[in-house]
């Protein structure tokens, strides 16, 4: 090959080096273009994506605008309705006030009027005040004789029934007719006369040394079966004098109750409240019973098993005078028993309550008591007074703090003798709390009867007393010149 022709080849292939890059390049420009219009349609894309989603979230906004806007507009028609309606009432107030003053103008002159009448009847109370004042001076006059001569006749009385209650206490077995009116229209005769005695004398107003009126509340306290309620129907039989026996105490227990109530009613002065048989239980407590008998508890509140109170709480009183303890005669006491009744007794110890005892079905202890009739010779059984003797020594309790008496259990119709038994343990009883409350009143008066009392050590001042005497002194002699 000449040097002409490779020259000629050399330069074709040359041209087509050079267009194959040529080539190459526009190509590669191609997929560069290719490239970024690739990146710029997913730019292009990310943007349309974004654009709708804040579409949608504009369009959601715009729906809570419309949604608000609604729920405004209503508020604003409620608000209208409700100025509406406020407008009205403001309207109907505004006649009333009219109406209103008028009423009061229309009251305002009757008030004149009235005050005109009021003048005329206080110038005719002037006119009859002094009239009953002149009468009152008379009244006062004869109503200080009155009392004065009643003054009297309480004295004499008071002074008879304390003999009568110290023959009483002395008579300590031999209550009741003789033997030799029993049975004879004079025994029964007696018997009704001592029941009408004893009757009134606990109707009576009864007063202590301050001049208050005694009003003695009886706790009936003692053991479930023991005859409480039935002695507290004795004496309301007694006391309202009924010809059948009475039922307002309720006899019995309710079997599975828990929770019981006091039984409270007055007769006169005098409270007689009938305690729940509880006194069985084991599960009580020193200080419960001591809250019951000493006042702690209101006698409406509802106690337990335990005495725990369940309401009606006060501060520590001597509501109770007197605690009747009521046992069946042939009782044999038990531990737990005579621990309760040891703190009934310590309370009436240390002055907190006085005690009696009253032992009931009389007509088991001796079967001749079946028979009213034999009742005025009560304690000339010899059943009897080994029975008090027994319940003394077990108890603790002195002779003559012990009272028997019969229950209404079979009998249809009360019976004087029966009756004078349930009075006489009242009596008793009344005697002891009346008792008691001259004790408190004198325990009070102990402790005041060194404060009243000057120091050993103080001087008087005789100062003033002197001052005052001078004066006088000087008055009189004035006086005296004035004269002559």
Avoid at 33 to 45: F, G, T
Wanted: net charge negative; aromatic share 6%.
């Amino acid at each position: 090959m000449s040097w002409l022709d490779w020259d000629v080849g050399g330069g074709k292939r040359a041209q087509q080096d050079e267009a194959l890059r040529a080539e190459s390049r526009r190509a590669e420009d191609e997929r560069e273009r290719a490239e970024r219009e690739r990146e710029e349609a997913d730019q292009a894309k990310e943007k349309a994506h974004e654009s709708a989603s804040r579409a949608k979230d504009a369009e959601e906004r715009a729906q809570k605008e419309r949604q608000r806007a609604n729920e405004e507009k209503e508020q604003a028609e409620r608000e209208r309705k409700a100025a509406a309606k406020a407008k009205e009432e403001a309207a109907a107030n505004a006649r009333r006030a009219e109406q209103a003053k008028e009423q009061a103008q229309t009251e305002k002159r009757r008030a004149l009027e009235a005050h005109e009448i009021a003048k005329e009847e206080r110038e005719r109370a002037e006119e009859a005040r002094a009239h009953a004042e002149d009468e009152a001076k008379k009244s006062e006059e004869m109503r200080q004789k009155k009392e004065t001569a009643e003054i009297e006749n309480q004295r004499l009385l008071d002074e008879r029934d304390e003999k009568q209650r110290r023959d009483e206490t002395l008579m300590k077995f031999s209550w009741g007719p003789n033997k030799t009116n029993r049975g004879t229209s004079k025994g029964e005769d007696q018997a009704s006369m001592e029941v009408k005695r004893l009757r009134e004398k606990f109707y009576k107003r009864n007063k202590d040394k301050e001049g208050k009126v005694i009003c003695g509340k009886i706790l009936i306290f003692g053991p479930g079966g023991a005859g409480k309620s039935s002695f507290c129907n004795g004496l309301r039989s007694a006391l309202k004098d009924y010809d059948i026996p009475a039922n307002y105490y309720a006899v019995g227990l309710c079997d599975g109750a828990l929770t019981k109530n006091f039984q409270a009613a007055r007769y006169g002065h005098h409270w007689v409240i009938d305690m729940p048989g509880i006194l069985e239980s084991n599960l009580l407590k020193t200080e419960n019973i001591e809250a019951i008998a000493s006042g702690r508890v209101r006698f409406d509140a509802e106690i337990t098993e335990t005495l725990d109170v369940k309401g009606n709480l006060q501060e520590a009183q001597r509501d109770v005078s007197c605690v009747v303890l009521v046992l069946h005669h042939g009782i044999t006491l038990g531990k737990e028993l005579k621990r309760q009744l040891d703190v009934i007794i310590q309370l009436g110890g240390r002055g907190a309550l006085s005690y009696h005892l009253v032992l009931t079905h009389l007509d088991e202890c001796d079967p001749q008591f079946k028979d009213p009739d034999n009742l005025p010779n009560l304690y000339t059984s010899p059943l009897v007074q080994e029975a008090v003797k027994n319940m003394s020594e077990q108890t603790g309790i002195p002779g003559y703090a012990i009272s028997y008496v019969k229950n209404y259990v079979t009998e249809t119709e009360t019976d004087t003798n029966t009756k004078l038994l349930h009075l006489r343990a009242l009596d008793r009883i009344l005697t002891s709390t009346a008792d008691q409350v001259e004790k408190m009143i004198d325990n009070k008066l102990q402790k005041k009867m060194y404060e009243d009392a000057p120091d050993d050590g103080e001087t008087i001042d005789w100062a003033i007393p002197m001052s005052i005497f001078a004066v006088v002194i000087l008055f009189l002699a004035v006086v005296y010149m004035f004269i002559q």
